[in-house]
T-cell receptor, first 112, second 113 residues
Framework: SQQGEEDPQALSIQEGENATMNCSYKTSINNLQWYRQNSGRGLVHLILIRSNEREKHSGRLRVTLDTSKKSSSLLITASRAADTASYFCATEGDSGYSTLTFGKGTMLLVSP | NAGVTQTPKFQVLKTGQSMTLQCAQDMNHEYMSWYRQDPGMGLRLIHYSVGAGITDQGEVPNGYNVSRSTTEDFPLRLLSAAPSQTSVYFC????????????FGSGTRLTVV
């Protein structure tokens, strides 16, 4: 079953605006990761946040993690048309072997 | 480095046929996984491996077999294709021990008619 659920399912913004996507999950985790998928392509790893971290930055990306609420958010600042893609959160559990469980994704459309 | 290479990129099978989807990585990653992606379903884990000779089932393993004889290769076998296996298949790899991101291949788009 899906571990993460992204919200919203789709997001449409103008270039230069910020985009915020949310992810909720169900079980305890070792880390949470965000991936981008351009149409018809493979997934690209964007950022990983460990369970003992609350916030992480990478370029125009900012990720927060609230383990008490089992939720995370991805903020893309100053969006560009090239950011148009689907964004997935994935969680790695804290028991057993390392596998990722993905949510269903948020489709982001950035218009020029 | 080529990263994760998947072949073929596209395949059409008839119901009941078998085939192998190839996956190879040149990053010396211990962890490798196969996912399928269906519209509205996100990615679901089929099988995974934590090293050569070690494999295990994921969320949707029925109808698929895997083996891991080398660190580099992790083929996925469809035993008797069914229309329900029409999907896009992704192979991914990662360093051992968790807390590392996965590198994905570009996918194989499979249609079973």
């Amino acid at each position: 079953s899906q571990q993460g659920e992204e919200d919203p399912q789709a997001l449409s913004i103008q270039e230069g605006e910020n985009a915020t996507m949310n992810c909720s999950y169900k079980t305890s985790i070792n880390n949470l990761q965000w991936y981008r998928q351009n149409s018809g392509r493979g997934l690209v790893h964007l950022i990983l946040i460990r369970s003992n971290e609350r916030e992480k930055h990478s370029g125009r990306l900012r990720v927060t993690l609230d383990t008490s609420k089992k939720s995370s958010s991805l903020l893309i600042t100053a969006s560009r048309a090239a950011d148009t893609a689907s964004y997935f959160c994935a969680t790695e559990g804290d028991s057993g072997y390392s596998t990722l469980t993905f949510g269903k994704g948020t489709m982001l459309l950035v218009s020029p | 480095n080529a990263g994760v290479t998947q072949t073929p990129k596209f395949q059409v099978l008839k119901t009941g046929q078998s085939m192998t989807l190839q996956c190879a990585q040149d990053m010396n990653h211990e962890y490798m996984s196969w996912y399928r992606q269906d519209p509205g379903m996100g990615l679901r884990l089929i099988h995974y491996s934590v090293g050569a000779g070690i494999t295990d089932q994921g969320e949707v393993p029925n109808g698929y077999n895997v083996s891991r004889s080398t660190t580099e290769d992790f083929p996925l076998r469809l035993l008797s294709a069914a229309p329900s296996q029409t999907s896009v298949y992704f192979c991914a790899s990662s360093l051992q021990g968790g807390n590392y991101g996965y590198t994905f291949g570009s996918g194989t788009r499979l249609t079973v008619v």
